[in-house]
């Protein structure tokens, strides 16, 4: 397990097209589908991270807490699942149902999605407001497996609160750290090669 922080995309960062099929569904799931919303959080996790595993029942309060709100949330998974079968879209679809995700979760089969958000590790967050500019890339709080720190979601809904309220976002935010996101071999982009 490689410790991978976030990329940390420019702030004001124009949110990138994309089109995705949702794990449960089938159903194609695209930007054009939040055009109306006050803003919209996208996710990039996966189901064998042990970090995202450590976050999982927040993620779930987070789509539950924010399912009325003029925001949306989208999870994506990237991981190569040739070589990581547990984040199959299969397996993706019994996460979401184990969680009750209130939210569409895609599978990013050829990783176009996780390059164009600038995803480096699982989990990663980004938030985009009403214009569609990034507002927010960074952790969900404090909290890593194994250092005791509780699983409160506290600085990305600090970044929600924000976006739905029409406030200003905290500019000072701290990196999201997880798993690599399993790039499929000879194709990692270059800002996650070393």
Not at 9 to 25: D, H, K, N, T
Not at 109 to 129: E, I, L, W
Not at 181 to 190: A, D, L, M, V
Request: charged content about 25%; hydrophobic content about 35%; aromatic content about 10%.
């Amino acid at each position: 397990m490689a410790l991978t922080p976030s990329t940390m995309q420019a702030l004001g960062s124009l949110l990138p097209e994309f089109s995705l099929p949702e794990v449960r569904s089938g159903k194609l799931v695209s930007n054009r589908d939040f055009q109306t919303l006050k803003g919209l959080l996208v996710m990039f996790i996966c189901r064998h991270c042990p970090y995202v595993k450590h976050v999982e029942q927040e993620l779930a309060r987070i789509g539950r807490d924010y399912a009325a709100s003029p925001l949306g949330i989208l999870a994506v998974s990237s991981n190569d699942a040739a070589h990581y079968p547990e984040d199959s879209p299969e397996n993706l679809a019994a996460m979401a149902d184990r969680l009750d995700f209130k939210f569409p979760f895609c599978y990013d089969a050829d990783q176009s999605a996780a390059r164009h958000f600038g995803a480096a590790c699982t989990p990663d967050f980004f938030v985009y407001d009403g214009r569609r500019r990034l507002v927010y890339r960074g952790q969900l709080d404090a909290s890593r497996p194994g250092n005791h720190e509780p699983v409160t979601g506290k600085d990305l809904r600090a970044a929600l609160e924000a976006v739905v309220s029409g406030g200003a976002v905290e500019a000072e935010q701290k990196p999201s750290v997880g798993c690599n996101i399993k790039w499929k071999p000879g194709s990692e982009p270059p800002y996650f090669r070393k």
